[in-house]
């Protein structure tokens, strides 16, 4: 019995930043198989982007993980939390979505979401949505969640500890302005837990306070309280922010084997590691530690990792596939291999961007951290002259555009460069 509890610890803790509390997790664990029966594993996806990105990954690999030790994991689509809008880090009030944007959005999470969990025994997973209680009138019309129990809830908190959160304790601060309908965002979602009987619920770091509430609301209406299971907030392809589309530092897991490729091989070698950690079941120190005694250079061990996450969404031979691509491009047009690397701020360019996701190749050429020609007169030159290469590519117009937050390697007759666009922090 305890070698299988700790192989079970072992797993859960992985990559994870806090659990609370841990001996309360051994005993539900105990008694869990001690009656060879499962635990109820919560994570809950408000659908604001129809997107999932590998920022999202990090809590449905942990929902995996639970899967594989036989526990059966809930899938909550918060449908009508999306309605008002998680205040976790907002220095001010979200905009509020309609709910035709929601339910656009949320068609599309399941299918996502079955790239990572396993969905075809429904012993192991169950697909909510919170609109079930929160929204859909039972027969009869009557709301589940009508105005006594509305009431019944908002007594079980006070207003004392819900502004003790650091959101709104900053914005009070400054004089931001907090909705009620924030206010009341940490109880529906511990309301949540209440409903689905949750015995985990499993968040980013910046969900601990709401995850804890729902701890409270358990105990306050009878029920025993959950364990609260954080994990880190994946930095995006900034090496700076939480993974965002908004931010235009993500990965999105549809899309293509070549742009998640490409988009992967431009995280730092310091985030490297995370990813490996976060994104996939490889020994991170045994990598590491290859890489340390130059066993493994530093890029094979990023290739490896592209390779990896690829792999897991489109398959092992559009990653080799990718891989080699990415080879040939950097390396059969004779670029040589000890250029380094520069990071640059796109902020710092000339001109404005072309949009959210690509600068002018003009601007870049011209940049002083790349110093290819001088003067934007050159550069135009230079591409009409077909003589700059952009990844092993002719670059055929001057109003070309190189795409933010990837690594080019950019050759203007015998000068070579590697930059790394970046949005500003």
């Known amino acids: 019995m305890e070698k299988d509890i700790q192989k079970h610890l072992d797993l859960i803790k992985r990559g994870t930043v806090e659990i609370i509390r841990l001996d309360e997790l051994k005993k539900k664990l105990e008694r869990a198989l001690k009656a060879n029966k499962p635990l109820v594993i919560k994570a809950g996806f408000d659908p604001t982007a129809p997107d999932i990105h590998l920022g999202h ?28 809008g998680d205040p976790s880090g907002q220095s001010v009030t979200r905009k509020v979505m309609t709910a035709e944007e929601v339910d656009k959005n949320a068609q599309t999470y399941v299918k996502q979401a079955e790239k990572i969990l396993r969905v075809d025994d429904e012993d192991l997973i169950e697909v909510k949505h919170n609109r079930e209680w929160f929204v859909q009138p039972l027969q009869g019309g009557r709301h589940p969640f009508g105005f006594e129990q509305f009431i019944e809830l908002s007594q079980r908190y006070t207003i004392a500890r819900l502004l003790e959160r650091d959101d709104f304790e900053k914005r009070m601060k400054e004089n931001k302005p907090i909705s009620y309908a924030e206010l009341f965002y940490p109880l529906m979602q511990g309301y949540d837990s209440v409903k689905l009987g949750s015995d985990v619920e499993i968040g980013g770091t910046d969900q601990k306070f709401n995850m804890l509430v729902g701890r409270d609301l358990q105990q306050a209406y009878g029920q025993e309280a959950q364990v609260v299971l954080t ?39 310091e985030l490297m590691w995370k990813y490996y950690d976060l994104l996939t079941d490889e020994d991170v120190a045994k990598v590491k530690g290859e890489v340390e005694v130059e066993k493994l250079h530093p890029k094979q061990a990023k290739i490896n990792l592209a390779k990896i996450i690829v792999t897991q969404y489109h398959g092992q031979a559009e990653a080799d596939r990718q891989a080699a691509e990415f080879e040939r491009a950097f390396k059969d ?8 690397l520069t990071e640059i701020s796109f902020d710092g360019f000339g001109q404005a961007l072309q949009d959210a996701q690509h600068v002018s190749i003009i601007d870049v050429l011209c940049h002083d951290k790349v110093k290819l020609v001088k003067s934007r007169g050159e550069a135009k030159d230079k591409i009409r002259e077909q003589a700059v290469e952009v990844n092993g590519k002719k670059i055929q117009s001057i109003s070309d555009t190189l795409a933010l937050n990837q690594e080019h390697r950019i050759r203007v007759g015998k000068k070579f460069s590697r930059i790394l666009l970046r949005k500003p922090s």
Do not use: C, W
Request: charged share 25%; no cysteine.
């Open 57 to 84: 990954t990090v809590l449905l690999r942990k929902l995996r993980h639970f899967q594989d030790l036989g526990h059966k994991v809930i899938f909550l689509i918060g449908d009508a939390t999306a309605l008002v």
């Open 231 to 269: 994990m880190p907030l994946l930095e995006g392809l900034d090496g700076v922010n939480k993974m965002s589309k908004s931010l235009g530092n993500y990965v999105g897991i549809n899309e293509n084997a070549k742009d998640m490729f490409g988009k992967l091989m431009s995280v730092s070698d």
């Open 333 to 340: 047009k004779g670029f040589p291999q000890d250029v380094i």
